[in-house]
């Protein structure tokens, strides 16, 4: 019997209706090999569970089908990383669908250079908008091939030159071990981890060309909820992480880590400004929540001058000096859209 080739890792969370336009994009992918589509069902309140279940019977020889009762993203991810049988392993989000020649191209590419990740660029699908492609900082998508070492990877996902989700890439399976594992009870989990698994990375490759459809989908949640804030601090938390694992850091070379460490202080500063401030509301910027983070902003202002930008320091010196008046300000201006 021929070894599985390719693992497809897909987490199911109330995606009832686009599941199978999902796993249908993968059954006519182009791939010379064996592969198998673990469909990992967590906790859904839809119909999503019976529409998996009938996809395990149609394809009883691709499809795995696994249960949980936690909807957590990271926790499916992780069972199915634990569950797979490929020599490579990719990620792929319930409502989101590929181009049937995606896989065939990663893995030659993944075969050919002896790659540990193989990353590419994908779609970007919203409602009512032009299509657009989203890619590394050159984004051509012409179909050239770009290698690079795990510390260029995670420099590049660090500066947003290219995305921190895992789906659009292949990983071997033998290097994400058993240590490259999502972070569990979090939003922005992919946020939080994927520059790490590429800083691992001896070799990462990138396909310029895409074919991940990635979809923004209508009716998301409105108004100051608990779950926007935890949001909002998960993302933040994950953003500020960066800051000490990039410091630790001793491969990397000196400008670059400047570089990197003034851009993630420039973010979280526009995430806490513009993401948790807003989440929290008016009524709660004493909030002990709120409060922990702004503190933990302010800790910034023991880093050195030159890891900061000029105008950065300024606004970190408004938030600890004028925090009322900052909030309020930030505030105003998300009510007048600006």
């Avoid at 003034?262 to 979280?268: A, G, K, L, P």
Wanted: charged share 25%; glycine share 6%; net charge neutral.
């Amino acid at each position: 019997m021929d070894s599985m080739l390719l693992s497809i890792i897909i987490p199911v969370y109330n995606v009832a209706q686009y599941i199978v336009k999902c796993v249908d994009s993968i059954i006519n992918q182009e791939i010379k090999g064996k592969y198998e589509i673990i469909l990992v069902e967590n906790g859904s309140s839809d119909d999503s569970y019976e529409v998996v279940e009938s996809l395990s019977m149609r394809y009883p020889d691709i499809v795995r089908l696994i249960r949980i009762d936690i909807p957590d993203v990271s926790k499916a991810r992780n069972i199915g990383i634990d569950c797979a049988k490929g020599k490579y392993v990719t990620f792929i989000d319930g409502d989101d669908w590929i181009e049937p020649t995606m896989f065939g191209a990663l893995l030659d590419i993944a075969q050919s250079y002896d790659a540990d990740i193989v990353e590419s660029n994908y779609f970007l699908n919203v409602p009512g908008k032009e299509l657009r492609i989203i890619g590394d900082n050159l984004c051509l998508n012409e179909g050239k091939v770009y290698v690079k070492n795990g510390l260029q990877a995670m420099a590049d996902i660090l500066l947003e030159k290219c995305t921190s989700s895992p789906c659009g890439r292949i990983y071997l399976r033998k290097f994400l071990g058993k240590e490259c594992r999502f972070p569990e009870g979090v939003f922005y989990e992919d946020h939080a981890c994927i520059y790490r698994w590429s800083s691992l990375a001896e070799k990462v490759v990138h396909l310029d060309k895409a074919f991940y459809h990635y979809e923004i989908r209508p009716g998301s949640t409105t108004g100051i909820t608990q779950k926007s804030r935890k949001k909002a601090a998960d993302f933040f938390n994950a953003e500020f992480d960066r800051i000490a694992f990039v410091s630790g850091n001793e491969l990397m070379d000196v400008a670059t880590k400047k570089e990197v460490i003034r851009h993630i202080t420039h973010r979280c500063i526009h995430i806490f400004g513009k993401v948790c401030i807003i989440a929290y509301g008016a009524d709660n910027i004493y909030n002990p929540e709120m409060l922990s983070l702004r503190s933990k902003l302010l800790d910034m202002l023991n880093l050195p001058w030159s890891l900061i930008r000029y105008e950065d320091r300024i606004r970190l010196l408004r938030i600890k000096y004028g925090w009322r008046g900052y909030a309020m300000k930030k505030m105003r201006k998300s009510e007048c859209g600006r």
